[in-house]
């Protein structure tokens, strides 16, 4: 695994550091953008831009890199003022997203899974479920690139019900299942309560949680509620059902300042990224620990289905050298 660090010598860059993180460590990211093929009109462009600074990452012998033409390139593309301290990370993932989506090459209507990174990694659909006088169905499918938890909605329903030791996924269902779920059987006539469910489900799960600047007691039941396998649940042929993800990502913000921890499947180890510093950590247990210091909150979480290829050094530079030769072909 190569380590790499990315400035911040009183450029406030840190927001933006963690995001280029989780995506350059989730092998299947880097390599789809360093090879991606598309067309722009104009520059900037931030996937041009990204894919730039990864192939420097991946073969320069340098330590640490600067962002700032790649900040330049989503400045310049969103215009919209950023203050909020907790939101600032978050908001600019939801802006990459929107860039990628912008910046790739439809080539067919309303199906950009194969062109646009963002889809292609992200993109989810979530419907009603409900069972009833033995027929089951799925209503209201809605699309999303990612999930937002409201940490005070949570806080409330968990001590409300005078329960400490949720699992995450008690905490995902209750947020998915928040509002009126409901569904009526056109066969015994009556309204029943849906279930929220997954109708497609993505590569990789991004769960935004926002925070109450001024209360951080829940964050412990939250972060406690954390562990390595979530079962997420969705629908699959006819029936609801559950599908395997692993915990791979948290972006963290403490005390004005944001940092990211990852885990590395091969090694079988955490990381922890923090502009150009890093090092590693034993397990899940120690992040959490290192999370709280501080007063540190996890803003934004990464969960990879399972089964997803975890590519190697090799892969990437096989991909790019496959790339160039094409280049050449065409020039």
């Given at each position: 695994m190569e380590i790499r660090g990315l400035s911040n010598n009183g450029e406030n860059n840190c927001y933006l550091n963690v995001l280029i993180q989780i995506f350059w460590n989730f092998p299947e990211i880097k390599q789809k953008i360093i090879t991606k093929a598309h067309s722009h009109s104009s520059s900037p462009c931030v996937t041009c831009e990204l894919s730039s600074l990864f192939i420097s990452m991946e073969f320069s012998g340098t330590r640490n890199f600067s962002i700032n033409s790649l900040k330049s390139a989503i400045f310049s593309l969103h215009d919209k003022e950023i203050d909020n301290e907790f939101g600032c990370a978050i908001e600019n993932f939801e802006q990459i997203l929107d860039i990628f989506h912008k910046e790739s090459e439809i080539l067919i209507e309303n199906d950009c899974s194969s062109?646009?990174?963002?889809?292609?990694?992200?993109?989810?659909?979530?419907?009603?479920?409900?069972?009833?006088?033995?027929?089951?169905?799925?209503?209201?499918?809605?699309?999303?690139?990612?999930?937002?938890?409201?940490?005070?909605?949570?806080?409330?329903?968990?001590?409300?019900?005078?329960?400490?030791?949720?699992?995450?996924?008690?905490?995902?269902?209750?947020?998915?299942?928040?509002?009126?779920?409901?569904?009526?059987?056109?066969?015994?006539?009556?309204?029943?309560?849906?279930?929220?469910?997954?109708?497609?489900?993505?590569?990789?799960?991004?769960?935004?949680?926002?925070?109450?600047?001024?209360?951080?007691?829940?964050?412990?039941?939250?972060?406690?509620?954390?562990?390595y396998n979530v079962k997420i649940p969705n629908y699959h042929n006819g029936q609801a059902d559950y599908t395997n993800y692993i915990l791979k990502g948290i972006v963290c913000f403490k005390i004005n300042h944001y940092c990211c921890y990852f885990f590395n499947s091969i090694l079988k180890i955490w990381y922890i990224f923090d502009d150009t510093y890093s090092r590693r950590l034993k397990n899940l247990m120690e992040v959490i620990k290192n999370m709280r210091s501080n007063g540190g909150v996890p803003v934004i979480l990464f969960l990879e289905h399972v089964g997803e290829k975890e590519l190697t050094f090799e892969d990437i530079e096989s991909y790019v050298d496959e790339l160039n030769c094409s280049n050449c072909q065409v020039l």
């Open positions: 062109t646009c990174l963002a889809h292609y990694f992200f993109s989810m659909s979530l419907g009603n479920y409900s069972k009833c006088c033995g027929i089951s169905k799925v209503e209201n499918e809605s699309p999303y690139l990612f999930l937002s938890i409201l940490a005070k909605d949570l806080e409330n329903w968990v001590f409300f019900n005078e329960t400490i030791n949720k699992k995450f996924e008690d905490l995902l269902k209750f947020t998915l299942d928040s509002g009126e779920n409901k569904s009526f059987c056109a066969k015994c006539r009556k309204i029943s309560r849906c279930t929220k469910i997954f109708i497609k489900l993505p590569k990789i799960l991004a769960i935004t949680v926002l925070w109450d600047l001024r209360d951080h007691r829940f964050c412990n039941v939250f972060t406690n509620s954390l562990h």
